[in-house]
């Protein structure tokens, strides 16, 4: 099909949807179910419902913008992302997937091409995971891998407030059922890379073939609150202390084990952190990353009994509880072929490679056939308010996410 794809549309909606939750440096703070979201995806509803397209909200808060196909009764192919940032996000992060696959739609809309299948635009809920943990927790329960129960009930990590109150609160709690977009063919999600490695390698794209399997864990340090002053080093059981010991040993393990792998501390809180008192409590979100499960596993193994080595001898309990974690992921083959295809068709250049983030895509695979395509970001700076990407990088994922999105929705193998 020869779109009247607008590469200036898509940055211009870019822009206008950067002012909503605007933060100094150029980026954005748009919290999952804030009214700041909330005002997101009214302005993508309104896009969408000007060119026709069915808006329906699912009980967990996923949109779904549908154009319709030649054959309604065939399975329809999913494109999307997310609209929700990091407290200090920017703003391509997300937003760059749902915006390219609406220009798609516009662009169909535009000509009166119809495909022969259906094509829905998804916004996934909370996609960030900043607010309402574990991140992709609104794709997890469209995917069945968390039950709608679970998920409405989680509580924000700033305020408590429950997910099912926050949704009924912002006016986006749907009536459509979740699992409804489990029944899809395909599912495509472009974004930017959130890494350096397609601009250092001179790249225009990258195909995502899978990625990281990840656990994260909250490990909770109990020691004893002492007064700082007056409490001898040999008699203390100083949480935070030996939670730093907990945490370089964690580096120390990667480094001799696996390399290539990935350890964060995410967050870390003391208590009760006054001045002039030994902290008796410390709590940390410890994680790894490896493209491999058995190293992963293995990884995790020698980091507990570290963990538990120090806790003895430093005289303090600890505990390390997993919360979100999810097998290496692997990509369809078929869908990544057309993205190729599609890529050489314009003249891209392109490379396969691992995606070390999480996104929504990962879950979608659970249930169907699922791919990723990335674009360069400078510096692959990314959660930052200077994340940014080029117009020409724009252009090119749109440009051959279009081919690959309308070549499945086409496909007769459905």
Known sequence: MNLPLSPDRL????????????IPGGGNNRPALSALDGEARALLKRWGEEIGLAVTVDRLGNMALRREGRDPGRKPVLVGSHLDT????????????VLAGLEILHALHESGLVTEAPIILVNWTSEEGCRFSPSMIGAAGAMGVLSEAEVLDRRALDDGERYGDALKATGWDGAA???ALQDAVAYFEAHIEQGPVLEAEGYDLGIVTGGYATERALVTVTGETSH????????????????????AAGE????RIAPEGRMTVCRFMADPGADGVVPGGARFAFEYRHPADEV?????????????????????????EPYWSFPAVVFDEALAGRLREAADRHGASHRDML??????????????????????????ISHHPSESISREWAEKGLRVLADAVIATANSEEQ
């Open 252 to 255: 120390a393990i990667l480094y």
């Open 177 to 179: 059922e979740p699992t």
């Open 86 to 97: 990091q407290p200090s996000g920017g703003k391509f992060d997300g937003p760059y997937g």
């Open 355 to 380: 995606s070390g983030a999480g996104h929504d895509a990962y879950h979608a695979a659970a249930r169907m056939p699922a791919v990723m395509l990335f674009i360069p970001c400078h510096g692959g």
């Open 228 to 247: 700082a002053g007056t409490t001898p080093m040999e008699m203390r059981r100083d949480a935070v202390l030996a939670a730093a010991e907990m945490i």
């Open 296 to 320: 992963l596993a293995r990884l995790l193994s020698e980091a507990d009994a570290a963990m538990t080595g120090i806790a003895l001898r430093r005289q303090v309990e600890v505990k390390r």
């Open 11 to 22: 940055w211009d909606r870019l822009m206008e949807l950067a002012k909503i939750g605007p």
